[in-house]
């Protein structure tokens, strides 16, 4: 593709349009502040959430949202999962042409617990759409740390399309039919992540982690499955990959949010404090009505929940994971089909 519109200049949306540098000719990267626009064009480098990244040359900062999409190839959305419905909205009446439309967001819409591409497709009807989702820290793909990710739409060539566009020798991009799993994977792990930061807090060790990330992608399997899913997603990228790296790395911000939690801060102190959103937050509350909705057993976000939006104490909320009732660690209905047990 010739040009391509990034919407958000955050540490992702930056890393992304470095990305995109390599496969297109020009790349726009949107940013709401006219002084951060400045910044960017003159000195090449998003200091202010990227610091040390040099952007190639054909990457131009831009405030204007009419001329940053009009008449682009593709439009990568790279904002909060908040703010993605506004945002959508004021871009649709400006389109004269279809381009193909990426989500980067990972959460729900707390309102309606949508995912993202079902709150993109409300508001611009019809459009080719994929989503973009996996292990995948800004501050690593940004200086061209080899990395994977995952690309998912309803039609196989839009998800091409997109694989092509994101490819290159230092990120590995993989195609997947699955979008509701695609989507849910990247959701929902902040959940867990901020539980496994709550257990760094608290100076638990290896062992908790290692019992939370497990259980956690069981839990956000079981919701996806329910919500119709495929089971193998969720061993891929956007599942067991992208929890691997939000509950471990030190540049994950759900787990920093759980890791002050733990240590005895309160919520609001913690988010005021943080530059970037950390989508667990949000997604907490979601995951939880949709858990509810849906009729599936989420224990360790509901303890994330209580402890989050009730002031419930951590080392309680550990107790009450690790006291419920005994069950097997597969699915029941799997256990009972081995005929030896």
């Known amino acids: 593709m010739k040009e391509v519109t990034v919407i958000g200049a955050g540490s992702w949306g930056t890393a992304i349009a470095v990305v995109l540098a390599h496969n297109c000719q020009q790349v726009t990267l949107w940013t709401r502040r006219d002084e951060l626009c400045r910044q960017i064009n003159s000195s090449r480098e998003n200091s202010d959430y990227l610091p040390g990244v040099k952007l190639p040359a054909n ?12 008449n682009k190839e593709a439009i990568v ?49 019809g459009c080719r759409l994929a989503v973009l989702s996996g292990p995948n820290h800004a501050e690593e793909v940004g200086r061209l740390v080899p990395s994977a990710t995952v690309v998912s739409s309803r039609e196989r060539r839009t998800a091409e399309a997109v694989q092509e566009l994101f490819m290159t020798q230092w990120l590995r991009v993989y195609t997947n039919p699955d979008i509701i799993g695609v989507e849910l994977g990247g959701s929902l792990k902040n959940v867990i992540a901020v539980a496994a930061g709550i257990a ?25 499955m329910q919500m119709g899913a ?16 939000t509950c471990t790395s ?23 404090g943080m530059r970037m959103v950390a989508e667990g937050v949000r997604t907490t509350h979601a995951a939880r009505d949709l858990a509810q909705r849906y009729e599936v057993e989420v224990p360790i976000t509901e303890q994330v929940y209580q402890v989050l939006f009730y002031g419930k104490d951590p080392h309680q909320a550990v107790i009450d994971l690790f006291s419920r009732e005994k069950t097997y660690e597969m699915e029941e209905q799997v256990a009972s089909n081995l005929k030896d047990w």
């Open 77 to 125: 959305l790279v904002v909060p999962s908040h703010t993605v419905r506004s945002m959508v909205q004021q871009i649709a009446p400006l389109l004269k042409n279809s381009p193909i439309m990426v989500s980067c967001a990972k959460g729900l819409e707390e309102s309606t617990l949508f995912r993202m591409s079902e709150v993109i497709e409300q508001e611009m009807p």
């Open 59 to 70: 990457v131009v900062a831009t405030a204007d949202l009419s001329a940053a999409v009009n």
């Open 200 to 224: 760094d807090g608290l100076s638990y060790g290896d062992n908790t982690k290692a019992a939370l990330m497990t259980r956690g992608i069981s839990e956000i399997a079981r919701l996806g």
């Open 250 to 272: 030190r540049h994950s911000r759900n787990r920093k949010l759980g890791f002050e939690i733990g240590k005895g801060r309160k919520l609001d102190e913690v988010v005021s």
């Open 230 to 245: 495929e089971a193998l997603t969720f061993a891929g990228l956007s599942g067991i990959g992208d929890l691997m790296v």
